[in-house]
């Protein structure tokens, strides 16, 4: 009896591995061994044209991992009978970075062709958009493939916004399958990039638990109407290198967006923020860990999906 419920179990744990799918570190080490140099090539490239690129694949990976998995989803064109999700609310006029996709693949299909997908090439890009930042590394699992479809209703209801409160926010995460100290790791991200005065203007003239000269200094350029895609830097102390200075603006009330103000603001996440804003060997390790989960979210692997050789389109 013992020896089969034993046997039942390693067969339940072997079907569970086939249904999910298995992610490796050397997925492409014989079939595309120089993938990881010519990622980290490009995006070094690009971020040191720009460096508010590091932020912007970060959030493309992102993005792209809260609507039905780490699928390429987000990187498809819409097309005259296939809607994608560049128009969706928290993306139209906002994602970039996709150009840095195309380059990348554009190399990566000369150098090993129709074997490396634009999901795997987008976890690897975020990972190293950071670590050009001066932010952590993570070890990136490798072998998704890409969707042939995308969802423009799930894009828009999906992906935290700007304007959700910590209940919200928890709840948003947790259906992802993140707890509280996973939500607070990852909106460290927030210590790089910037975001337009229409996610922020609400917060500038109508809440209290802002720094009043904080606000002050923003309102110049994010005016009561106007100016919706004028930018700010989430992090205004060092906006372009990856550090924990995000939970020490939390902590002084300058969080730029309400969402952000919503894990410093006497609730649950509290003492998390506080924690980060004063170890960042801590938040660092916590992030890089939680990148790592983001990045197995619901992968299509095996026979699923394809390996789509642009980006913008299925084959």
């Known amino acids: 009896m ?3 419920s034993h046997f039942s179990i390693l067969v339940l744990l072997l079907l569970i591995g086939a249904s999910s799918g298995q992610l490796s570190a050397n997925f492409y080490s014989s079939t595309c061994p120089n993938l990881l140099s010519l990622v980290r090539t490009a995006v070094n490239s690009a971020v040191t044209g720009d460096a508010r690129m590091g932020a912007s694949l970060l959030r493309l990976h992102f993005h792209d991992c809260f609507v039905n998995g780490c699928d390429a989803s987000v990187l498809l064109d819409d097309t005259a009978n296939f809607t994608g999700e560049k128009t969706a609310g928290p993306n139209a006029n906002s994602l970039r970075g996709f150009d840095v996709i195309d380059t990348i693949k554009t190399q990566v299909e000369s150098s090993c062709p129709r074997v490396v997908s634009c999901a795997d090439i987008l976890a690897v890009a975020a990972r190293d958009g ?23 209703s799930a894009a828009n209801s999906q992906i935290p916004g700007p304007g959700l409160n910590l209940n919200q926010l928890i709840s948003s995460f947790s259906n992802k399958g993140f707890n509280a100290r996973e939500l607070v790791a990852l909106s460290g991200s927030h210590t790089i990039g910037q975001a337009r005065c229409t996610t922020f203007r609400t917060r500038l003239y109508n809440e209290a638990n802002i720094n009043a000269s904080f606000a002050t200094s923003l309102r110049g350029n994010c005016p009561r109407s106007g100016g919706d895609s004028n930018l700010s830097p989430l992090d205004t102390v060092s906006p372009t290198v990856f550090n924990n200075d995000y939970f020490k603006n939390l902590v002084s009330l300058k969080g730029l967006l309400h969402s952000d103000q919503q894990l410093f603001n006497n609730g649950s996440t509290d003492a998390q923020v506080n924690a980060y804003s004063s170890n ?33 389109r299925t084959n």
């Not at 930042?133 to 479809?149: I, N």
């Not at 960042?280 to 390996?307: C, E, H, R, W, Y």
């Open 130 to 152: 950071v670590v050009a930042l001066q932010g952590p590394s993570w070890s990136v699992a490798l072998g998704r493939r890409d969707s042939t479809t995308a969802s423009l």
């Open 280 to 312: 960042s060997a801590t938040f660092f390790n916590d992030f890089a860990s939680a990148m790592v989960k983001m990045s197995n979210l619901s992968p299509l692997t095996g026979t699923n999906g394809q390996i789509r050789t642009n980006c913008r």
């Open 2 to 4: 013992v020896a089969n």
